[in-house]
């Protein structure tokens, strides 16, 4: 992962890896929401043993799938996988601890939607912890984004509409 961070879209995957940290730290009996959970990556910061309860949401199968195998591989019984699109979650108001978000704004047409779904979601106190792709980030970025645009991918938001939302 961190050769392919760096030589594809220039950035440091490292910080991706460290800010998995609050998922072993959160308080037993939390409930955490990992949205998009792609494969399941996030999965190496859970512990086996570790009291929560891990909703893994994803709108592709394929994702799904992956996300399977690699709980299953890690014996990570505590999550459950559901298929939602991160701008209309399957989940009630106020009852998310941890919402995880890691490369998923960047990936839809609507990215507002998502971060009001994921604030309506958070429990008071609760926490947000994601990244995303910006459209104001590197120049090597920005040129892979427009290709894909071309192809009908959506495009990442800037930072300064992400932080107004936020």
């Given at each position: 992962?961190?050769?392919?961070?760096?030589?594809?879209?220039?950035?440091?995957?490292?910080?991706?890896?460290?800010?998995?940290?609050?998922?072993?730290?959160?308080?037993?009996?939390?409930?955490?929401?990992?949205?998009p959970?792609?494969?399941?990556?996030?999965?190496?910061?859970?512990?086996?043993?570790?009291?929560?309860r891990?909703?893994?949401?994803?709108?592709?199968?394929?994702?799904?799938r992956?996300?399977?195998?690699?709980?299953?591989?890690?014996?990570?019984?505590?999550?459950?996988?559901?298929r939602?699109d991160?701008?209309?979650?399957?989940?009630?108001?106020?009852?998310?601890d941890?919402?995880?978000?890691?490369?998923?704004?960047?990936?839809?047409?609507?990215?507002?939607?998502?971060?009001?779904?994921?604030?309506?979601?958070?429990?008071?106190?609760?926490?947000?912890?994601?990244?995303?792709?910006?459209?104001?980030?590197?120049?090597?970025?920005?040129?892979?984004?427009?290709a894909?645009?071309?192809?009908?991918h959506?495009?990442?938001?800037?930072?300064?509409?992400?932080l107004?939302?936020?």
């Amino acid at each position: 992962m961190q050769l392919v961070g760096r030589t594809i879209w220039g950035i440091d995957a490292s910080l991706l890896y460290s800010s998995m940290r609050p998922i072993a730290e959160v308080d037993s009996g939390a409930v955490i929401a990992d949205v998009p959970c792609g494969g399941g990556v996030a999965f190496r910061a859970l512990a086996p043993d570790q009291d929560v309860r891990y909703l893994a949401v994803d709108l592709d199968p394929d994702m799904l799938r992956r996300a399977q195998r690699r709980a299953e591989k890690r014996s990570l019984r505590q999550v459950e996988l559901l298929r939602a699109d991160m701008r209309e979650l399957p989940f009630g108001d106020d009852e998310i601890d941890l919402f995880l978000s890691f490369s998923g704004l960047h990936m839809i047409r609507e990215p507002e939607r998502a971060v009001t779904e994921i604030s309506r979601c958070l429990k008071p106190g609760g926490t947000v912890v994601g990244t995303t792709f910006l459209s104001d980030s590197s120049r090597r970025a920005r040129a892979i984004f427009k290709a894909g645009s071309y192809r009908g991918h959506a495009l990442p938001p800037g930072r300064d509409r992400v932080l107004r939302w936020l």
